[in-house]
């Protein structure tokens, strides 16, 4: 159990050592990965960039993936809960273009460019406060293959079993401190846990940035 989302950062950043002086670039998945990924660049002494994804949410369950996007026209559909749910072509286009406009008024105030970060030939340390499905990180991982990032370490304070092994397969490293039993949900792991505005998103930008040119 974690008391917030900067204690687990810490937390984090302690498990992460053999990572500095490495040229990483830390980016954090908006939003609420970003105040774990902020103690994670702060510790490191790495710099601080976000890479925005969007979760597609079922019609009548928004809390439910049903997909992911990402820069790049990155897409994933899960196709087995599509057919189980019985929701056609057109609503799920209808819920991509939704969520890709979001995506990219979130990029556009958080960064004031769209798209990924410069990552072409880095070492990439992607961050986020936990992994329920993982649909998301998918997505994220992908567009930065497509970016030419040269590796990607993924890290996170807690993550589900099952979403664990499927990303293990996909970076290079992966950096998990609790893969528990009974994962219900990611706010379930910590004490404090309240959304993450995206005012709060720039400002942690402009402190890494002022850090890092101070």
């Known amino acids: 159990m974690f ?98 406009r979001e995506l990219k008024r979130r990029t556009l105030h958080y960064r004031g460019e769209e798209g990924v970060p410069d990552v072409e030939g880095k070492f990439v340390l992607l961050v986020d406060d936990g992994i329920a499905t993982g649909l998301t990180l998918m997505a994220a991982v992908r567009a930065l293959r497509e970016a030419g990032v040269r590796r990607i370490a993924l890290a996170v304070p807690v993550s589900s079993q099952e979403a664990a092994e499927m990303l293990e397969e996909l970076v290079d490293d992966f950096i998990c401190l609790d893969t528990p039993e009974d994962f219900l949900a990611v706010g379930s792991w910590y004490r404090h846990f309240e959304p993450v505005s ?17």
């Open 3 to 100: 008391y917030d989302r900067r204690e687990a950062g810490r937390l984090l950043a302690e498990r992460l050592e053999t990572y500095r002086g490495r040229n990483l670039l830390v980016l954090g998945l908006p939003r609420g990965g970003v105040p774990v990924a902020y103690e994670v660049a702060t510790a490191l002494g790495a710099p601080l960039d976000v890479l925005v994804t969007r979760k597609i949410g079922a019609p009548a369950q928004p809390e439910l993936a049903i997909g992911s996007i990402a820069p790049r026209d990155v897409f994933f559909l899960n196709a087995p809960i599509v057919r189980r749910l019985q929701i056609d072509d057109e609503t799920i286009q209808q819920l991509v273009r939704q969520e890709t």
């Open 198 to 214: 995206d005012d709060e998103v720039v400002a942690f930008l402009q402190k890494a940035r002022a850090k890092a040119t101070g």
